[in-house]
T-cell receptor, first 109, second 113 residues
Framework: GIQVEQSPPDLILQEGANSTLRCNFS?????LQWFHQNPWGQLINLFY???GTKQNGRLSATTVATERYSLLYISSSQTTDSGVYFC???????????FGRGTSLIVHP | DTGVSQDPRHKITKRGQNVTFRCDPI?????LYWYRQTLGQGPEFLTY????????KSRLLSDRFSAERPKGSFSTLEIQRTEQGDSAMYLC???????????FGPGTRLTVT
């Protein structure tokens, strides 16, 4: 099956800093999502981005499907950005998603 | 629309007991997915439905696990003869179509003692 690798596994930032999270995948994909998991376990949709670039406030994402990676940018980080960020990709006709292991982000005030 | 809901939010059970979890997807979403998540890992796909049809169940963790979506609306996930290794967060998600954006419920946290 498709392999999904996220980096870095852990990230510690000071409030106001910028960061880039990466998701590499081993095969062509037909869907890709970024999620933020809050401390209560809820997965919150950030972007549905099988290709191209999207922006939502301080967050933006870019997927280069031909090179099999996606990037999530967080600018001017806030303590509320803390949590785990997951990338999930789907491939083939069934679109069954495969998740990476996530990037754990801690933002200190 | 209030989003995907799951019930119960927490379940503590003794080893050997059966448990059943319910998921109510966003209305008119055709696809419904079940996942399991253990500490430090990403969600692990278990099974999914397209309307009432269960299209993939080979990844259910054992024959103690089963899922239904009888009328193409809500779904249930049952674990029979629970084991301590079943302790995890069980997540449900729905999407409006194959390959569409998934929306997750809050999860059911299972503890087997």
């Amino acid at each position: 099956g498709i392999q999904v690798e996220q980096s870095p596994p852990d990230l510690i930032l000071q409030e106001g800093a910028n960061s880039t999270l990466r998701c590499n995948f081993s095969d062509s994909v037909n869907n890709l999502q970024w999620f933020h998991q809050n401390p209560w376990g809820q997965l919150i949709n950030l972007f549905y981005i099988p290709s191209g670039t999207k922006q939502n406030g301080r967050l933006s994402a870019t997927t280069v499907a031909t090179e099999r990676y996606s990037l999530l940018y967080i600018s001017s980080s806030q303590t509320t950005d803390s949590g785990v960020y997951f990338c999930a990709v789907g491939s083939g006709g069934s679109y069954i998603p495969t998740f990476g292991r996530g990037t754990s982000l801690i933002v200190h005030p | 629309d209030t989003g995907v809901s799951q019930d119960p939010r927490h379940k503590i059970t003794k080893r050997g007991q059966n448990v059943t979890f319910r998921c109510d997807p966003i209305s008119e979403h055709n696809r419904l997915y079940w996942y399991r998540q253990t500490l430090g890992q990403g969600p692990e796909f278990l099974t999914y439905f397209q309307n009432e049809a269960q299209l993939e169940k080979s990844r259910l963790l054992s024959d103690r696990f089963s899922a239904e979506r009888p009328k193409g609306s809500f779904s249930t996930l049952e674990i029979q003869r629970t084991e301590q290794g079943d302790s995890a967060m069980y997540l449900c998600a729905s999407s409006p179509n194959p390959g569409g954006e998934q929306y997750f419920g809050p999860g059911t946290r299972l503890t087997v003692t």
